[in-house]
């Protein structure tokens, strides 16, 4: 069904078959459908998807009217900066569903939920999302919120699921990490060192008597740090882990 509202030069299209992928890419298979809204520059492309029309409509109405936002027709699904899924519970049918999305698009993922188990959390993150909403709470700005945070390669998350996943990682880090003497920082805590001393402005033999290991095993690890991250020398090796809190 397609309607012309001249008062806002807008075409609206919406359609209740799967988006058909693009080229070259795998078909996201499963309920939901996008809708087109023909916008300025400047907004978020979304792509809508539902397990059914009466959920993926009720998100529909309250996005078409904002600016921030343009909907995408199913043939420009793949050009989409986020995909919105819209769901009751998150079952393996959605799980897979999610996989497949990840598979067919290059934007990232938000889920709308109205039912979330414990456990989910391994599964929505296993699966590409970014960003979860309950449905409850899915009220128009909050909509808006998420989709423009995904866009901005940010994340949303209910606090008592981020309260969750930072547990999770919490636990990793004890129980797998230290042991190994590695850091979720993609530094291990001799390297991070070693860092630091550099910064400070010590020299190879330097650190080498600060940390009882060789000179040519600091000559080693700082080189590794720099190949392993495509850095240029230890200069760079510095301000990189500063600037991204490493040390």
Not at 30 to 54: F, H, M, N, S, T
Not at 76 to 103: N, Q, Y
Not at 126 to 150: F, K, M, N, P
């Amino acid at each position: 069904m397609t309607s012309t509202d001249t008062s806002r030069e807008e075409v609206v299209t919406t359609r209740r078959t799967p988006v058909a992928p693009r080229s070259g890419s795998a078909r996201p298979s499963g309920p939901g459908v996008p809708v087109q809204v023909r916008g300025k520059q400047g907004q978020v492309r979304v792509a809508v998807y539902a397990e059914d029309l009466i959920l993926q409509t009720g998100v529909v109405q309250q996005l078409r009217q904002r600016p921030e936002v343009e909907l995408l027709s199913e043939g420009e699904a793949g050009k989409a900066e986020v995909s919105l899924l819209v769901v009751d519970a998150l079952t393996e049918a959605v799980a897979e569903h999610l996989r497949r999305l990840r598979l067919a698009t290059s934007g990232r993922i938000g889920l709308v939920v109205g039912h979330f188990e414990a456990g989910g959390l391994q599964t929505i993150v296993e699966c590409g999302v970014a960003a979860v909403l309950r449905r409850s709470e899915a009220d128009q700005d909050r909509l808006v919120h998420l989709i423009t945070a995904l866009a901005n390669g940010e994340g949303v998350m209910p606090g008592d699921l981020l309260g969750e996943l930072l547990d999770r990682i919490g636990i990793l880090q004890r129980t797998v990490l230290d042991g190994r003497g590695l850091t979720l920082s993609t530094l291990t805590a001799r390297e991070a060192e070693m860092l630091r001393l550099v910064a400070e402005g010590f020299d190879t033999s330097e650190i080498a008597a600060k940390t009882s290991y060789s000179e040519r095993t600091v000559k080693n690890v700082l080189h590794e740090i720099i190949t392993r991250l495509d850095l240029r020398n230890r200069a760079h090796a510095v301000g990189f882990a500063m600037r991204r809190g490493l040390i």
